[in-house]
């Protein structure tokens, strides 16, 4: 067995204390520390540092902060890829919303800001749009990250399909939306052939009107199979997700290679 072409991921579905990285911190590495699993690569959800706040200026931090920092600390402690969400500076304007992904060697191998800032929830008035679709790999892997919002607009995954193995999209997606959420991470695994990961929260949000979420994480298949954490507490989830088998379903469904756009 080639063991580049396998990847056992573990999706870490947490409540998330508000505005509050510290507290934050040491409940994940709770979480994680409590997995029997020694998984390639761990997945926490969009601004897993603060929840999804608008005070964006409050919270933004400099590359290698406080957040990074915390998933490189992680990452050399389990020797895993760690990835996660949190709100980075920018010297240009208005932050951005951001997912890294730490190696086990101390580096920050990949960084994607948000293309599409949510703007019925005013998103895009605190939050600068990033412009780069970004990808990286591990093990035989292309992975290309997403963050939430982002999973309504099929037109960037597309573009990135065909050289994309593995759709990651970290979200703070709410409970009453949720059906919308599950049938588009199925959508974009089904359409552009390859295994999609959500990786969302629960709990609520907020101090005003707060919002209920309720998770929903899970692995997606291109076959239309997927493993959903739909409990609405905080979980760990992990699979191994096979290279070998994406390549012969690939082979057996060429659906890309008949696209007119």
Same mark, same amino acid.
């Given at each position: ?107 920050? +191998? ?7 800032? #949510?703007? *019925?929830?005013?998103?895009? @008035?605190?939050?600068?749009? !990033? $412009? /780069? ?77 707060? +919002? ?7 692995? #997606?298949? *291109?076959?239309?199979?997927? @493993?959903?954490?739909?409990? !609405? $507490? /905080? ?27």
């Amino acid at each position: 067995m080639d063991s580049d072409n396998f990847i056992k991921i573990s999706i870490v579905q947490p409540d998330i204390v508000w505005e509050n990285p510290e507290s934050n911190f040491t409940h994940f590495t709770g979480l994680i520390n409590g997995c029997d699993e020694n998984p390639d690569l761990v997945i926490l959800p969009e601004t897993c540092s603060t929840g999804f706040t608008m005070k964006s200026k409050d919270f933004a931090e400099e590359r290698n902060g406080k957040s990074e920092n915390f998933f490189l600390g992680l990452a050399n402690a389990r020797k895993s890829y760690i990835g996660g969400g949190w709100i980075e500076k920018n010297p240009d304007g208005l932050p951005f919303n951001t997912f890294s992904i730490a190696s086990p060697s101390g580096e920050i +191998i990949a960084r994607y800001r948000k293309i599409h800032p #949510f703007s *019925p929830g005013k998103e895009d @008035q605190h939050f600068s749009a !990033g $412009k /780069e679709i970004v990808r990286f790999k591990i093990k035989n892997f292309t992975i290309t990250p997403f963050i939430c919002y982002d999973l309504r607009f099929p037109e960037v995954f597309r573009k990135a399909s065909g050289e994309t193995d593995i759709f990651i999209v970290v979200g703070n997606w709410p409970a009453e939306r949720i059906q919308t959420w599950v049938t588009l991470l199925k959508a974009r695994s089904i359409e552009n052939v390859a295994y999609a990961i959500g990786v969302n929260r629960v709990g609520l949000a907020g101090r005003k009107n707060p +919002i209920d979420h309720n998770g929903y994480s899970g692995f #997606f298949y *291109p076959d239309g199979k997927s @493993q959903i954490l739909d409990s !609405g $507490k /905080e979980e760990t989830l992990s699979s191994e997700i096979s290279k070998i088998w994406l390549d012969k379903f690939r082979e057996t469904h060429p659906y890309l290679k008949d696209r007119k756009f």
